[in-house]
């Protein structure tokens, strides 16, 4: 089928119109206005004069000189270097660059600088102690782990300061009111609600704890809550930088036939341009800047200048010409009928390698005859559901920082994966392996939409390397939040099929499953997300026979990428709303009837990677029986045809399991000639604390406390320059992965500290022990700076690892295949040892992900809803996890409310609505997409379940995206335990259950 367009229309447009500017036009128009080019007028200097300004700031006046344009934000941040008030939204929304005024908590970005003249500012900077001692509500913040990515906190605990101000002894509710408008999309609600309440209670002193299993303070938390944290967005470099943005697409399906720089090149200001025929070609569906759009806001070209305004202006001044083709939206209709006009060449359907054609599917799973296992069951129940655009919204926008020095590129990135971005970008550059070098230090929040993991994803970051060539200076790159919203990844929306034969006694014969994925305009993350939502359906309950089929279609929407959970919350809500109906047909209570269907030791699981060994050490059934508890389910829970009354209450539960993690990872430990140990951790650090957990991890194996951690250890990460590789930051890994190589690693150089203290004293290495920075034994107490001067340097073995655990096979998601890996350093390892440590005493250990080893949940919800109006309150969630080991609680109970609050969010709340004619997205700022808020969400109970994995760090499995699958399906089904009616799609809107009680007749 030929890539041809039904009309020959060609659009010029200035750029100026946008994206938003596409919702003029209608599809299916046949012919397109001209913009009237600027005239020449418009092409003078952006200058705006500047005038004097003295902003008191801290209890401190200063003069600067600031156009009358410039925000008290930028003033703040730009001109004097007070970084700690973030940027955000930067259209008053989200509350991360909350300041006070006077007193009064303001937004920062929706207030001119000029209108804080003669007024009181104060910052996050400026609220501790004369004596550098925190203030109290930064204390709180330290104390209960406040702080996940921390990129909402100083904003946060600006306006905790005004609360306590104005009543120094709040309620919980006065609290939330108060931090009402300050976001937190890492959804630590409850623990910064607590914080604050510690704090007007005058913060009991926190007891020592366990660095294992207990409370440790994490490694960046004081950073964190004192706003010297630097994130991407507060890069300062001494040469200074250009400014960068991005000519997006405003339809959703057209080519470029020309694109007129003339009046940019003529623009004062304006140091580099970038069109899309200069990107290099390389193996990818798409580029980072792409000749045919394929999606509203794809990115065609980028300008580079000495100002944002300037940038701005000069996108205004670029022409285009678009030839437009039809729109291909409909991805089921595109599986029967194909399309004219095809959105890549080679086929409708995304594989893992490519275009594919439509009779071909993505992915499959199969055990048994499936067709026959379903007819031997007394009933087959069908079904369809529906899930919806998600966005990831992190507080902190998409941001690079490129800089070239020669042939060796350093990127300043908001990275959740800094190795795999360096590898990935060295690829489609076209430059030396070794060549670049990423550093993330801290990440306003990922949730997998700042994972560059594949040539497929976005890529903004070549945009901004290529423009800093160019122009020969550093290049900043930043979202604005529109962008962040639909010209990156979304989660991909999905419609699943299913059909589940049971026999009357609830034993399921056969679960098939057909899923459709419409992936956008190009596959990004949508084929493994295809996979991972296939071992969703298939691996909770006890079936004779599986199918599951799925078809990742591109279509002229926003692009499905990876996000929290990556496939399991839409297969999640698909398989459990369904299983509540087979309950139901049954007549069997939904908590009983999955307590004696669902997988036990023993049972084999259907992965990516083949047929998993046997499932060993599940919590699952604890997780059902205590969280059942929790939420007093024996004693409340009736069938919905015993409900009376406008006001009914309802239950709802859910189960599954989530992997651990993907790929391999190494760790690396050194300890140098002065005996101090030096921890390079590879891990992105995003937020779920990994960083820490697996820095206790190194600690407790080498007998540290938590002071000496602090003085006697050194702690890098999340720079592909000078930490071990790591494979990604992503899919629950951190810790299982990560954490489990850091552990060989420490185990490793446990033993060769007590084999050189035995060659030195000619005893046992058995009876040597190691703590405090000293091997012990023998009647010796020898410090480490001893047994190194004695030991043999740098590389000197394999890593070491777990045979029977630690080796297994693992998807390459470049090819599609599944290999056997070797157990060996990554070169990039080598390296980093090679050049840094080759004077030290090395331990080393490696680790490729065991997919038998899975974290399981259990999610219960309790709702009301008015049987008038088809509103409903969530009054309760409790929320069961199987971690394996808890490594640190308070991470633990953070990302149980975080994943929680998330998962509520995307169940009742949130979609990205994109207009069905025109591809347009009609809701992109947060006041319309409707995050979860401080004010949003119902008490939350988080139960711990701890079986450990062998394979694990001390037994530990992942559990940071579990929480996220809680809240749709069981929500979803005690709406229905209450009002006796089902809703098949997401979010659970308050119109959708009215819609659905209209047509049954059921509305009051």
């Not at 399309?339 to 890549?344: G, R």
């Not at 295809?530 to 691996?539: F, I, P, T």
Request: with cysteine; charged share 20%.
């Amino acid at each position: 089928m030929a890539d041809s367009v039904s009309r020959r229309t060609f659009v010029k447009i200035g750029a100026a119109m946008g994206v938003a500017g596409a919702a003029l036009f209608k599809a299916g128009q046949h012919a397109w206005r001209a913009i009237a080019a600027p005239g020449a007028a418009d092409v003078a200097a952006n200058v705006i004069e500047k005038h004097p300004l003295t902003l008191n700031v801290n209890g401190q006046a200063h003069p600067l000189q600031v156009e009358d344009r410039r925000t008290l934000m930028l003033a703040l941040r730009e001109d004097l270097n007070l970084t700690g008030t973030k940027r955000g939204c930067n259209v008053g929304q989200c509350g991360a660059c909350t300041v006070l005024l006077d007193g009064e908590p303001v937004y920062s970005c929706m207030m001119l600088a000029r209108d804080a003249e003669g007024r009181q500012v104060a910052t996050i900077e400026g609220i501790a102690g004369a004596d550098g001692a925190l203030h109290p509500l930064q204390q709180a913040w330290v104390d209960k782990m406040a702080s996940q990515c921390g990129h909402c906190s100083p904003g946060m605990i600006m306006s905790a300061v005004a609360l306590l101000h104005e009543n120094p002894k709040p309620t919980e509710a006065d609290v939330k009111q108060a931090l009402g408008g300050n976001l937190c999309r890492c959804g630590n609600y409850p623990k910064e609600v607590e914080a604050v309440l510690a704090a007007a209670a005058g913060n009991v002193p926190k007891p020592e704890t366990p660095l294992v299993g207990g409370r440790a303070r994490t490694l960046d938390a004081v950073n964190k809550c004192t706003g010297t944290a630097h994130y991407t967005c507060d890069v300062r470099l001494p040469e200074g930088m250009l400014h960068a943005k991005v000519l997006r697409s405003p339809v959703a399906h057209a080519s470029v036939s020309g694109v007129d720089f003339s009046r940019v090149n003529r623009l004062a200001g304006v140091k580099a341009t970038l069109n899309w025929d200069e990107v290099p070609n390389y193996a990818s569906d798409r580029r980072f800047l792409n000749g045919k759009a394929r999606y509203v806001g794809d990115g065609i070209c980028a300008v580079a200048a000495e100002d944002i305004y300037t940038a701005q202006h000069a996108l205004e001044l670029i022409e285009l010409d678009l030839e437009q083709h039809d729109p291909v939206f409909d991805a089921e209709r595109v599986l029967r009928q194909g399309s004219a006009v095809l959105v890549h060449r080679g086929g409708e359907v995304a594989g893992f390698v490519g275009p594919q054609a439509r009779d071909k599917n993505t992915i499959q799973f199969a055990r048994g005859e499936i067709e026959k296992a379903l007819k031997e069951g007394d009933f087959v129940v069908e079904g369809r559901y529906v899930t919806q655009l998600q966005c990831h919204v992190p507080i902190e926008p998409h941001c690079v920082v490129a800089k070239w020095e020669g042939e060796k590129l350093t990127l300043w990135n908001s990275e959740q994966s800094p190795h795999n971005c360096a590898h990935v970008m060295e690829k489609v550059l076209k430059l030396p392996e070794g060549s670049v070098r990423v550093i993330a230090t801290h990440i306003g929040g990922g949730f997998g939409g700042k994972c560059t993991d594949s040539p497929g994803k976005t890529l903004y970051q070549g945009i901004a390397a290529m423009l800093a060539k160019k122009a020969g200076r550093p290049v900043r790159l930043e979202y604005t939040n529109k962008e962040l919203m639909f010209a990156e990844d979304t989660r991909n929306p999905m419609h699943f099929e299913m059909r589940v034969g049971v026999k009357k006694d609830g034993r399921i014969t056969g679960i098939d499953c057909r899923a459709v994925q419409p992936t956008g305009g190009y596959a990004s993350s949508g084929p493994p997300v295809c996979a991972v939502a296939g071992e969703g359906v298939m691996n909770t309950y006890r079936a004779d026979a599986l199918r599951y089929t799925a078809y990742a279609v591109y279509t002229n929407t926003p692009v499905g990428g990876e996000l929290r959970g990556f496939g399991h919350p839409q297969a999640v809500f698909a398989l459990e709303t369904h299983m509540d109906k087979v309950a139901d047909l049954l007549n069997l209570d939904p908590l009983e009837f999955r307590l004696q269907q669902h997988l036990r030791d023993g049972d084999k699981l259907l992965t990516v990677e083949g047929e998993a060994s046997e499932i060993r050490n599940s919590g699952l059934r604890e997780c059902l029986e205590r969280g059942a508890a929790a939420i007093n389910w024996r004693a409340k829970w009736q069938h919905p045809s015993k409900k009376t009354g406008r006001l009914r209450r309802g239950l709802g539960v859910r189960m599954s399991q989530e992997h651990s993690g993907r790929d391999m990872s190494n760790g690396v430990i050194a300890v140098r000639p002065d005996g101090r140990v030096v921890v390079p951790i590879g891990y992105g650090n995003l937020g779920t604390q990994s960083h820490s957990g697996i820095a206790f991890i190194v600690a407790d194996a080498l007998g540290f406390t938590r002071e000496q951690m602090d003085t006697m250890i050194e702690f890098r990460w999340a720079d592909s320059g000078t930490t071990a590789w790591d494979f990604v930051a992503d899919a629950s890994r951190g810790i299982h992965c990560q954490g489990k190589a850091f552990q060989n690693a420490a185990l490793d150089l446990k033993q060769k500290l007590a084999d050189a203290a035995a060659k030195m004293t000619g005893a046992s290495a058995a009876a040597f022990t190691v703590r405090s920075g000293r091997v012990v034994g023998a009647g010796r107490n020898l410090s480490f700076a001893d047994v190194v001067a004695k030991a043999p340097r740098g590389i000197q073995s394999a890593p070491a690892f777990n045979p029977a655990q630690d080796v297994n096979k693992i998807l390459n998601e470049e090819t599609g295949q599944v290999v056997q890996p070797e157990p060996k350093l990554h070169p990039h390892t080598v390296k980093l040892i090679e050049r840094e440590f080759s004077d030290c005493l090395i331990g080393s250990g490696f680790y490729a992900y065991n997919p038998a080893a899975k974290g399981w949940g259990a999610g219960f919800a309790e709702v009301e809803v008015d049987m008038e109006s088809g509103r409903y309150r969530v009054l309760h969630l409790v929320m069961a996890h199987d971690v394996g080991k808890i490594i640190h609680l308070d991470g633990v109970e953070a990302q149980i409310h975080g994943g929680g609050i998330f998962g509520l969010g995307y169940g009742t709340m949130e979609e990205l609505q994109v207009d069905p004619h025109s591809g347009v997205p009609v809701n992109p700022a947060l006041q319309w997409y409707r995050p979860v808020t401080m004010l949003d969400y119902p008490p939350i109970t988080p139960v711990i379940v701890e079986k450990p994995d062998p394979a694990g760090p001390l037994g530990a499995k992942g559990m940071g995206e579990n929480p996220v699958f809680n809240a749709a399906p069981a929500v979803a089904n005690a709406i229905y335990n209450a009002a006796g009616v089902r809703i098949d799609e997401i979010p659970l809107t308050w119109a959708r259950v009215n819609d659905a009680l209209r047509k049954a007749g059921r509305l009051m």
